[in-house]
Structures are given as structure tokens and as C-alpha cells.
């Protein structure tokens, strides 16, 4: 085990503060390091809602295939982070949702909980109360028609030939995001051929409906209010009435294009997209077309969502996917600032890990707006090889560059082709694809999550410019300007910039704080002092930051329910990018994190701090509360001890 040293501190703190805070970072230095796997990968835990366990509850009774020994632990898994008024949220202590209510409901209803129990009882009074479970969003409502616990009208019409439309249609696969495209493409057939699940129990949950299913009449409902959403809805009746009609050649041949979509990218053990949603679907899929159980393809399937469960003695849940690259490269990035450097062999063993995983030879769907680029990013998971991101890529490739060994030359070399390939005429990046910004599909009644598109957005857009301006400046100089001008044209009126991909003002502002002092752009100009002033005015009383996931709805930005470690660790390192290191506000949040309790390797973090899609999905990243914490005070360490107090990377 690397043991980190400090050499003397030339800060003004006292000789006892700056002892315990380097015996701090030598242990959580050292406790992140007893993470590290055989190969060099670090991997924590990724938890979502309860949504995902209870869907793979209805996955199994879906295929007749219950382990009741897997059920007595979700159900306890599900109990447990239950709300106080019955209700289930999106993130801890969050607002109730219907949708997440009603599924975990039914999950414990399946595994066999009594429905008169107190927790039961206050769930479906929670339900009916807003309406009861016609009022769900329209994925729990696919759900519901596939164990007929409503009519299919009660779903919209998305018929599987859309398969077939040419790609200059309104509405293409290639249309909408990565993520949408893999639930789909399974999904169409699911609905088009109205699957019905074996549910061998016979349980339905008729007590959560207000009105019976079968007499409510309107279900599908415009989800943004436009009048393209109102066009959307009348296109929607004209489906479901032509759709018998349908020939049944051009069906099969819908359904011959899909499953070879989903077959083409299954991924192996990591699964189609390499997340629970996609993977459930294409299960189901295989399924209903009558593969058989010993198929390999459904095999591999169902493997694939075996391996997404964290099981203990007492409780078990299913994960919507897995973080080993994401939390390999940040957990590198923290032991660097923590004194790791080239030539340590865990320091070696992560990067080689790192770079066995770039993906340089399969042409992934991104491909379709940017033909003429080769591959060379990172997915997020251990293999996802159609569905690289630019922000993974960027953050291995910057971990790389700041090595200065020249073993990885060639793969930031190729990182950066195609991180340039990829960025958006507007000067921005998407996450996984330039140029999708087809807004108008989400006023179609399928999208009422929101989350249909992967348009450019300030996070990741900041994650490329650092990257580009730590390896060179000049010669990214064009693709930088675009970058920062996109980065100032969508600044909040109050200084701070949205975070997409994490809670969500103070990451996005710690983000782009980091590209801008990358970059080079004067810290001392305005419209960045006006952000470092309202990083400020967020510290809280106890030196910590802290932003609740509410703040994504509007009029809820200010929300908190309490300051933690990941948050202050990127508020901190925000304000040390803007030249703040000896500031107040930057001392005191590093005395937070100095005081905070621990556990192991993680500081004490019981809420989410990370998004999967605003609104609707949220996740806590289990390796955010140990690697950013370390990264900030180890950052705070360097720079002070040192006569320069500019931070001279990327992130």
C-alpha cells in the first residue's frame, strides 16, 4: 500500500491543523486504495430509487421465474427507504412520486407483504390521494398493460414500424439519445405485440385505482402543454385506429429490424446499454418471440441483470447500471492530488486498467452525425462499446495526460480527436452524441419523462474544454472559443450554471470553474466573480454546502436539506479553480470535510448527490462522499504549501 507524504506547509494554520490534515489524507488516501481491485479498477456502488428492485421484482413474475429467497430481501430493501407518509421518492428524503410509490407497492404485494399492514395502507392511501394509479407516468403505465391491470389504450401507440422509418422522417431512432434508443428498440415490440405477463400469483393491484382501469378514459395526456404536444395526441388516436390495419409482413419485418438492433448491441455480460431499463426489455422481448430458456442470447440477458444486484445478509437491490470506469478515473484524479504520481503501482495498475478499456475500434451510434471520426472514448461502464461519453473520456484522458507518462500518448491522442469530433455546432457537448437536439419529440405522449434527447449541456461542455485546454491550448483554440461561448450565453441570471449529471447548481458551477480557469479566461471578470459570489453566499452555517435535488424544479433552487462532503468538495474546488484558495469560505469548507465523520474509505453521505435525468431519476454515487473529499483537501494541502496558488489542471 502507498503510503502519501506531504513535505512542510507553508500556511498560515497552526502546526497541529496542518499535521491532522495531512494524517487525513494519508488515511483516506490509503482506505480509497484498499478499494482498488486485482486488475487496478475501483467500482462502488450505484444506487437509484426503488423503482429499479421493484421492476426486477415484476421482471420475474413477468417470466414466471420468482426467487423467494431474493424477494424476502428486496422487500425489506424496499420497506426501509420508504417515506414516513407512505410514500417511495426519487432520491433520500425527497418528495413522494406516484410512479415510484406504485411500483414499489406492487412489488411488495407480489413478494407477498399483507396489504392491510401500516406501511401498505399508507402507500395506497398516498397513491389515492393524487389520483390513484391511472395518473402514473407513461413507463409505469406499460408496466400496468403488461400484466393487464389496465387496457393498452392506456398507454401511448408506439408502434414497432417506426423501426422501418427512413432517417430524414420527424421521428428516427437515430432521433433520439442513446439511452431512450436501447429501451426502446425492445420496447416496440413489447407494445406492439401486447405481451402479457405469466404473473403466476394472479396478484393485481385494482385497490390503487380510483376510477376501474378498464372505465377510466383518459390516460395519455400532452406532456409539456404545447401545441405540438396537442398535434402529437391527435396523431396518437390516428395510430391507434389505423394500427390493426397494419400489414403483417411489414410488421414481421419491424420486428426482425428490432431485435437485430438489440441483438447487434447486447453487450455481452454488461448488457444492452449496460442499464437495467434495456436489459429488462430485451429479456422480455426474447421472451414473448418464443426464444427459448436456453437461447444465448436470453441467457446472457438475464445474466447480464444478475450482475447489476448488491445482495448483504440482510437486504438486496438491484443497481440501473454500474460506475467502474466513471469511479476508477475520479478516484485517480483524488490519489494524484493526494501524492500519488507515475512509476506508483496503483497509480499504473488503475491507468492500464483504464486504458485496456478505450474503445477504439467499434463505430457506435454516435457515428451517424459524425461519420468521417474514428472512435476513441470510454464508456461509463465496464463495456459499452456503441455508447462511449465524452465526459468519461475526457476525465481518463486528463488523469492520463497528468501522469506525463508517454505509454498513454496514443490513447489521449485519439481521446481528443474524438472529443473534437463530437462537439455540437452551438459549441457545446452532449453526453453521448452531437447534435441531438430534436426538442420537438418531447412533446410526443411517450416522452413524458423528459428525457428523450442527450442535448449539449454545461457540465460535460466544461469536462471537454478542461480536457482540451490541460493538453493544449492552442491547438484546441477554435473548439475551445466555441466552448466558452457557449459556456457564458447559458450562465444563470445569479451567476451559477446548471449541472445535468450531478445536484446541480453547485456541480455545474464547480464544472465550468474548471474549464474557465483551464482555459485561461480572466477569473477576475465578472461573469465569473458573479458565480465565485454565489458559490459563497450558498456555504451554509457549518462551513459545508449542500443542494437538494428539488432545486431541478422550478422555483426550488434554493433548497437544502443539509450540507455534504461531495457537495462541499466540489464548491471547494470550484473556489480554488477561481483563484479563491485563501478565501474564508474555503478554509471553513475545508474544516468541514476535516470534521466530518467517516467511514472507511467514504465520508458520512446519506443523500444523493448524483442525476441520471432531472426530475424524473437520481442516483447516489456510493465513491462520491471518497474520492471528491479527499481530492478537495488534498488540492487545498498543494496549493497552499506551495508559492503558487493557481491550480494548474483541468479538474
Known amino acids: 500500500m502507498t503510503v502519501v507524504e506531504f513535505g512542510p506547509s507553508s500556511d498560515t494554520d497552526g502546526a497541529a491543523e496542518r499535521l491532522a490534515r495531512e494524517e487525513l489524507i494519508k488515511t483516506q488516501a490509503d482506505r480509497l486504495l484498499e ?67 406504485i411500483k414499489s407497492y406492487w412489488a411488495l404485494k407480489l413478494t407477498g407483504e399483507d396489504i392491510d399492514a401500516p406501511h401498505m395502507a399508507k402507500a395506497r392511501e398516498w397513491v389515492l390521494s393524487r389520483g390513484g394509479a391511472s395518473k402514473a407516468n407513461v413507463f409505469t403505465r406499460i408496466m400496468l398493460a403488461l400484466f393487464a391491470q389496465i387496457p393498452w389504450r392506456g398507454v401511448p401507440v408506439i408502434p414497432v414500424e417506426v423501426m422501418l422509418l427512413p432517417k430524414w422522417f420527424p421521428f428516427h431512432m437515430s432521433k433520439i439519445a442513446y439511452w431512450s434508443r436501447t429501451v426502446i428498440a425492445p420496447l416496440l415490440i413489447l407494445c406492439s405485440l401486447k405481451a402479457e405477463a405469466r404473473n403466476p400469483t394472479g396478484i393485481n393491484i385494482r385497490e390503487l385505482f380510483v376510477t376501474p382501469p378498464e ?125 500519488l504520481e507515475a512509476g506508483d503501482k496503483e497509480l499504473d495498475g488503475a491507468l492500464d486498467w483504464l486504458k485496456d478499456k478505450q474503445i477504439l475500434d467499434v463505430v457506435g451510434d454516435w457515428a451517424v452525425r459524425r461519420p468521417d471520426v474514428r472512435p476513441g472514448g470510454w464508456a461509463f461502464q465496464y463495456n459499452n462499446d456503441y455508447y462511449p461519453d465524452v465526459d468519461d473520456t475526457a476525465v481518463v484522458a486528463m488523469a492520463m495526460h497528468r501522469t506525463g507518462k508517454p505509454e498513454y500518448n496514443e490513447s489521449i491522442e485519439r481521446a481528443a480527436e474524438w472529443v473534437v469530433g463530437m462537439q455540437s455546432s452551438s459549441g457545446g457537448w452532449g453526453a453521448f452524441e452531437p447534435e441531438n437536439e430534436h426538442f420537438y419529440l418531447n412533446s410526443i405522449p411517450f416522452a413524458d419523462h423528459g428525457a428523450l434527447l442527450d442535448p449539449p449541456t454545461e457540465d460535460v461542455t466544461a469536462r471537454c474544454l478542461s480536457f482540451l485546454a490541460q493538453l493544449d491550448k492552442d491547438r484546441f483554440a477554435k473548439e475551445i472559443a466555441l466552448g466558452v461561448k457557449y459556456l457564458k450565453r447559458d450562465q444563470q441570471d445569479d451567476g451559477s450554471w446548471w449541472g445535468r449529471w450531478g445536484a446541480n447548481y453547485i456541480y455545474g458551477t464547480w464544472s465550468v470553474l474548471c474549464a474557465l480557469n483551464a482555459v485561461g479566461e480572466d477569473m477576475s471578470a465578472p461573469y465569473v466573480q458573479r458565480s ?36 462541499t468538495a466540489w464548491a471547494v474546488l470550484g473556489l480554488m479553480a477561481a483563484g479563491e484558495v485563501e478565501c474564508e469560505e474555503v478554509r471553513k469548507g475545508i474544516a468541514y470535510l476535516e470534521t466530518a465523520k467517516r467511514d472507511g474509505a467514504r465520508w458520512d453521505e446519506k443523500l444523493y448527490t448524483g442525476t441520471g435525468f432531472p426530475k424524473v431519476f437520481y442516483l447516489k454515487y456510493h465513491g462520491y462522499a471518497a474520492y471528491f473529499p479527499l481530492w478537495a483537501v488534498a488540492r487545498y494541502e498543494n496549493l497552499m504549501k506551495s508559492n503558487d496558488r493557481h491550480v494548474a489542471y483541468g479538474m
Open 215 to 339: 372505465e377510466e378514459k383518459v390516460y395519455n395526456i400532452n406532456p409539456n402543454g404545447t401545441f405540438v404536444g396537442d398535434c402529437f395526441l391527435v396523431l396518437d388516436k390516428v395510430l391507434r385506429f389505423c394500427e390493426p390495419a397494419f400489414p403483417k409482413g411489414l410488421r414481421k419485418r419491424a420486428v426482425d429490424k428490432a431485435v437485430d438492433f438489440f441483438t447487434e448491441r447486447l453487450n455481452g455480460v454488461d448488457g444492452l446499454g449496460a442499464i437495467y431499463p434495456a436489459m429488462a426489455n430485451s429479456v422480455m422481448a426474447y421472451d414473448l418471440l418464443g426464444y427459448p430458456k436456453d437461447d444465448p442470447n436470453l441467457m446472457i440477458a438475464k445474466e447480464s441483470i444478475e450482475r447489476l444486484l448488491v445482495e448483504t445478509d440482510e437486504e438486496l437491490y438491484c443497481q440501473p447500471c454500474v460506475s467502474p470506469v466513471w469511479d476508477t478515473c475520479l478516484a485517480s484524479h483524488a490519489l494524484m492530488e493526494a501524492g
Open 532 to 567: 465565485v459570489a454565489w458559490l459563497k453566499a450558498r456555504q451554509r452555517a457549518d462551513g459545508g454546502w449542500g443542494e437538494d435535488l428539488a432545486t431541478y424544479h422550478e422555483h426550488r433552487k434554493s433548497e437544502v436539506h443539509e450540507s455534504t462532503a461531495s457537495q
Open 35 to 101: 478499494m482498488q481491485r486485482d486488475d487496478g479498477h475501483i467500482v462502488f456502488e450505484l444506487e437509484a430509487d426503488s423503482t429499479i428492485p421493484s421492476e426486477y421484482v415484476l421482471l420475474q413474475h413477468f417470466l414466471d421465474e420468482v426467487d423467494p429467497a431474493k424477494e424476502v430481501k428486496i422487500a425489506k430493501y424496499l420497506k426501509r427507504i420508504q417515506n414516513e407518509d407512505g410514500s417511495w421518492p426519487l432520491f433520500q428524503d425527497g418528495d413522494g412520486d406516484i410512479s415510484a410509490t
